[in-house]
């Protein structure tokens, strides 16, 4: 709980705009398996194996810029929502899930 990224998301979840039963009833539904509900909770508290987790948060020597677009730090973010290349291409598919384990690879 004392490190900067862990627990980022249920921290999120106790903000008065937040329904917090319609937020988590996918995971208590019992349709997904844990793997996925793992992949689903680490991308929500950002501790994807970004650019921009390893240099900030793991300390590598790196740079953290994009893999695709070289513009922007890779934040989990950015992957989802604002990377210029990903823009005209992949996010037309992204209510695929097996699309967000393709980017994230």
Request: net charge positive; charged share 25%.
């Amino acid at each position: 709980m004392q490190k900067e990224l862990h627990q980022k998301h249920p921290k999120q979840l106790e903000n008065d705009y937040i329904h917090e039963i319609a937020s988590i009833g996918w995971l208590v539904s019992g349709k997904l398996f844990a793997e996925t509900k793992g992949l689903a909770i680490a991308i929500q508290d950002q501790v994807v194996f970004t650019r921009n987790y390893r240099k900030h948060i793991i300390k590598q020597n790196i740079d953290d810029s994009c893999r695709r677009c070289f513009c922007s730090s890779e934040t989990v973010f950015h992957i989802l929502s604002s990377c210029s290349v990903l823009v005209s291409t992949d996010y037309s598919e992204r209510h695929k899930p097996s699309l967000i384990l393709f980017i994230l690879i």
